[in-house]
């Protein structure tokens, strides 16, 4: 199977090369608007208690950094109401939380006060396969046949519809390179995902991060990546800002970018050969 769709992740923006000279076009930059990475990910076999979720605004398209976002209350509670909170480190925007309890199949919801205003989002923590051993190297691989191609796989449970997120981190690349797949024709299968490029060569390591999600967060991650222009589509959609889940309870038009996730990860790490 081959991957569905190719991102790189958000910060990444858009890079264009081979122009010898730069040209800076003035833009109209828009209001900031609050950026919440409430990404809580339970590492198998690991207790899962240290969690983080990351503040910021947007910013104009030629600037480098995301301006972080301090001062904010932020809290998660599980069904029983016990709440967790994220503390900031001083000047970060990064709020860390030590004592989280993560639980498979358990309702979670957010809180950020800020400023003000309240923002809330709702997610159950997915569950994931493990990735198995037999990853498998094909030195011919790739659309052109002259790439290192790698190959693996996970067994997806045939007892209920299932939603994936991986992850791909190598040398060459910035920014881990990011896909989403389904089992709504592979139900119960062994799903078998690919991965190649030109730049790899013996010695390299490639990281693979499997996630469980949503079925609603897959839909979302859909959507950016088609609004990106990353689908392989050859008519291009017009770019467009996709909203996730999170919901402003004070002003909803003063809405924030960013998703609340809660997914079990499995991590293998691959030696080029």
């Known amino acids: 199977m081959k991957l569905l769709q190719k991102i790189l992740i958000l910060s990444a923006g858009l890079l264009l090369t081979g122009c010898e000279d730069v040209i800076n076009v003035d833009l109209d930059t828009a209001a900031p608007r609050l950026v919440i990475d409430a990404s809580i990910d339970w590492v198998k076999n690991t207790p899962g208690n240290e969690q983080k979720i990351v503040l910021s605004t947007t910013t104009g398209y030629y600037s480098a950094e995301f301006p972080t976002v301090s001062g904010a209350v932020v809290t998660v509670t599980n069904a029983s ?11 970060t925007g990064q709020y860390v939380c030590s004592n989280f309890l993560p639980v498979i199949g ?3 919801n957010l809180k950020i006060v800020l400023n003000g205003q309240t923002y809330t989002a709702s997610e159950t923590l997915t569950a994931v396969p493990e990735l ?15 790439e290192i191609e790698i190959t693996f796989y996970y067994h997806d449970d045939a007892g209920q519809a299932n939603a994936y997120l991986n992850s791909i981190t190598q040398p060459y690349t910035p920014f881990p390179e990011l896909e989403v797949e389904d089992d709504e024709h592979t139900n119960g299968n062994v799903m078998q995902e ?5 730049d790899l060569k013996p010695g390299d390591q490639i990281d693979i991060r499997l996630y469980g999600i949503s079925k609603s967060y897959y839909n979302y991650m859909f959507k950016l990546i088609v609004a990106s222009g990353n689908d ?8 467009s800002a996709v909203r996730g889940n999170i919901v402003n309870q004070t002003d909803s038009k003063n809405y924030a970018f960013g998703y609340f996730r809660l997914a079990e990860m499995d991590i293998k790490n691959y030696i080029v050969k």
């Open 132 to 146: 198995e051993d037999n990853i498998e190297q094909n030195d011919k691989g790739g659309d052109t046949g002259d």
């Open 106 to 108: 358990q309702t979670y």
């Open 194 to 198: 690919s991965y190649s490029s030109e």
């Open 232 to 239: 392989g589509s050859p008519f291009p959609t017009v770019p």
């Open 81 to 91: 109401n016990t709440v967790f909170e994220f503390v900031e480190t001083p000047g």
